[in-house]
T-cell receptor, first 113, second 113 residues
Framework: GEDVEQSLFLSVREGDSSVINCTYT??????LYWYKQEPGAGLQLLTY?????DMKQDQRLTVLLNKKDKHLSLRIADTQTGDSAIYFC?????????????FGKGTTLSVSS | DAGVTQSPTHLIKTRGQQVTLRCSPI?????VSWYQQVLGQGPQFIFQ???????GRGNFPDRFSARQFPNYSSELNVNALLLGDSALYLC????????????FGPGTRLTVL
């Protein structure tokens, strides 16, 4: 199928690490993305990884990609209350019909102090 | 630099009416995509436009249409509104057609009564 799967909820304490997991469907996807959505807002691009990479680090964010298992994860180090939001994993489908991002349903991250 | 802008922010319509949503891409970006995000779900791809031509269409009925203007701004039109059209409509821009990263605007919240 065409579903990108994510766990729906994650609850962590401030200062801990958060790991949000995603499985995607299209092994030919060239880029995989993580977006953040705060209540009532649009999507903020957090980071992305090219499919020929295993890992990408960007300040507190670490993305791991396992192409064999089509598994993507986002680790947030030293999680803060401001990180509370919904996190979406997305894969890109590019074909003759155009370019479309295919999103998961999102993981709600709740950070308690 | 201004990001993607959308208008209006909120909109309330009744069933059967028609609505037009507007989007201005990031300066220099030539591609605009539209997504629908129903509450509790990830965004779903509606259209992609590049250089004023439709380049991609998602699985949406013909009541949905769009166009792109010479300045690369775009409008999304929805006719004969249904209750199920209530959603956050997101516009994303990217520099060109293909696998370029998409940057999202804040969205237009449409409520159909």
């Amino acid at each position: 199928g065409e579903d990108v799967e994510q766990s729906l909820f994650l609850s962590v304490r401030e200062g801990d690490s958060s790991v949000i997991n995603c499985t995607y469907t299209d092994s030919s996807s060239t880029y995989l993305y993580w977006y953040k959505q705060e209540p009532g807002a649009g999507l903020q691009l957090l980071t992305y990884i090219f499919s020929n990479m295993d890992m990408k680090q960007d300040q507190r964010l670490t993305v791991l990609l396992n192409k064999k298992d089509k598994h993507l994860s986002l680790r947030i180090a030293d999680t803060q209350t401001g990180d509370s939001a919904i996190y979406f994993c997305a894969e890109i489908h590019f074909n003759q019909a155009g370019t479309a991002l295919i999103f998961g349903k999102g993981t709600t991250l709740s950070v308690s102090s | 630099d201004a990001g993607v802008t959308q208008s209006p922010t909120h909109l309330i319509k009744t069933r059967g009416q028609q609505v037009t949503l507007r989007c201005s891409p990031i300066s220099g970006h030539k591609s605009v995509s539209w997504y629908q995000q129903v509450l509790g779900q990830g965004p779903q791809f509606i259209f992609q436009y590049y250089e004023k031509e439709e380049r991609g269409r998602g699985n949406f009925p013909d009541r949905f249409s769009a166009r792109q203007f010479p300045n690369y701004s775009s409008e999304l039109n929805v006719n004969a509104l249904l209750l199920g059209d209530s959603a956050l409509y997101l516009c994303a821009s990217s520099p060109a057609f293909g696998t370029d990263t998409q940057y999202f605007g804040p969205g237009t919240r449409l409520t159909v009564l």
